[in-house]
C-alpha cells in the first residue's frame, strides 16, 4: 500500500511537469511594428508566493527581452539610451496545495507604454508548475506574440512618438464630471462604504478629500451599479472613529454570503511613531494618541475579510507623516519608517501611493491626484484595456499607476499607486458593462 501510494505521487508528480511542457514559437511583429525600440523594466511580483517567487522577477525581465528581440522588437538595456516606449510586466504569483504537491501558477500582464502612458496591456497565463522558475519564457513568449498582434500597437508604432487615437492623454487633465459617468450593469449583490474627511477636527484638511468621496460614492452607484440602500457615505464630522467602525459593524451584519465590499477612504492617513503601524485618522483623531484615536488599517482589512469572500479597498491617503494626505504629532519629524500592511485573505487594497511617498493633489486642482485617475478609469470606462465591457483590479491598477506616476512627476515629486492583493483577487471585476468614454 505504502508502495502504491508513493507511485501514485510520482504519476501526480510528474503529470504536473508535464502538464507545463511545450514552449510555443514566437511569431514575427508585422513590418509596421518591427524595429520598435523598447526598454523592459524590472517585472513586480505580486500574489500569496511573490516573496517565495522573488527570482522569477529577473528570470521573466530576460525572457521577455529575449522574446521581444525575437519578434522584432529593438529592445534597449539603458533606460537613459532612446527607446519608443517602455515595456512593463506585472505578475501575480499564486501557490496551489502543500509541499510535495505544492504547484505554483503565474498570472502575468505585460504593458506597453510612453511617458506614463498605456499603449495597450496583454494578460498571460502561464499554468500550474511545481517550482517558480522554468517556464518564464512560455509566460514571455504568450505575451509578446499577444503583443505584436494588438493594433493599438501597431497604430502607435506607425506614429513614432505622435498622440495615437485610443491612447489615454493626460498632460492636462481634464475636472472630473459626475453627471458625465458612464452607466454600468447592476451589482445588487455589492455593498459599499465611502469615507471623506477634509474639515478635521484638530488637524489640517486634505483639500479636496470631502468631493473625491461624494464624486467616488456617485460614481458607485451609476457605474458600479451599487444599490442605493447598500452604500453608506458618511463626510468630515460624521466620520469619527465611532462613526466608521459602526459602519464597519453595519457592513458585517448585513452582507450576505456570497456578496462583496468595496470601501473607499479619503483624508488623512498617520504612522504609530514607535512601531511604524499605518493608522486611518477619523475626523477626532489626534496623531499623537493614535492608538486610542485612530483606526489601524489592519483592523479594517480584517474585519472585511471576515464579512465578505471579497472586498475592494481604496485608499487616497499616505502614511509617511511627510505631508500630503498624512500627518505626524507636532513636533515630529517625518522620519518614521512605515511598516508595509500585508495582504489579508480575501480583501484587495489599492492605495494611492507607497508607505514612504505623499499622496498629493492634482497639480493646478483641487482632487486627490489618485482618486481623480480612480473616476477617470472607472467612471469614464477608460480602464478598460481589453474592450470587454469589464474593468477588473489589475486593470484598473494598470491604468491609474502609470498616469499617477507622471503626473506627480510634473510636481516634482514621487506617487505610486500600489495594489497589495492575496490569491487571484487582482482578476475581481470592479465595474462591468461599461463603455469607455
Known sequence: MHNLSLHFLGLVLGMSIVAGCGTPKIVKAPPNIEGLRVFVSEPRLTGDAASECAALAPALRSATHSALLKAGFDVV????????????????????????????ETNAFLSLERDGTIIDQVEGDSGQYRSCTGYEQTVATNLVNSLS??????????????????????????????SEFVAGAPQPSTWALVIGIER?????????????????????????????????LILDERATRSDIDKELAWLEKNVPAGARIIVY????????????????????????YVERTSIPLSEVTARLGRASSESMVFL????????????????????????????????????????????????????????HFLLEGLGYGRADRDGDGQ???????????????????????DQTPVLSVEGRLSSAVVVSGVNAK
Open 391 to 413: 474593468i477588473t483590479l489589475g486593470e484598473l491598477e494598470a491604468y491609474v499607476r502609470p498616469l499617477v506616476s507622471k503626473a506627480a512627476r510634473r510636481d516634482h515629486r
Open 149 to 178: 498582434a494588438s493594433e493599438r500597437v501597431a497604430r502607435f508604432a506607425s506614429s513614432r512618438g505622435t498622440n495615437v487615437a485610443g491612447v489615454a492623454q493626460s498632460d492636462s487633465p481634464t475636472p472630473i464630471v459626475p
Open 316 to 371: 487616497d491617503s499616505c502614511f509617511s507623516g511627510a505631508g500630503g494626505r498624512s500627518v505626524l504629532p507636532s513636533g515630529t519629524r517625518p522620519l518614521v519608517r512605515v511598516t508595509e500592511p500585508s495582504p489579508q485573505a480575501h480583501v484587495a487594497v489599492l492605495s494611492a501611493s507607497s508607505v514612504t511617498e505623499v499622496a498629493g493633489q492634482l497639480p493646478g486642482g483641487t482632487s486627490g491626484l489618485f482618486t
Open 77 to 104: 538595456t539603458d533606460m537613459s539610451a532612446p527607446h519608443d516606449a517602455v515595456a512593463n510586466v506585472n505578475a501575480e504569483v499564486v501557490s496551489h496545495g502543500l509541499w510535495p504537491l505544492k504547484t505554483y
Open 200 to 232: 478635521y477636527r484638530d488637524v489640517p484638511p486634505p483639500t479636496g478629500a470631502r468631493q473625491d468621496a461624494e464624486y467616488f460614492a456617485a460614481m458607485l452607484q451609476r457605474t458600479a451599479g451599487v444599490p442605493e440602500d447598500q452604500l453608506r
Open 265 to 288: 477612504f479619503s483624508g488623512h492617513g498617520t504612522p504609530d511613531t514607535a512601531k511604524g503601524t499605518p493608522y486611518l485618522l477619523p475626523y477626532d483623531g489626534d496623531p499623537k
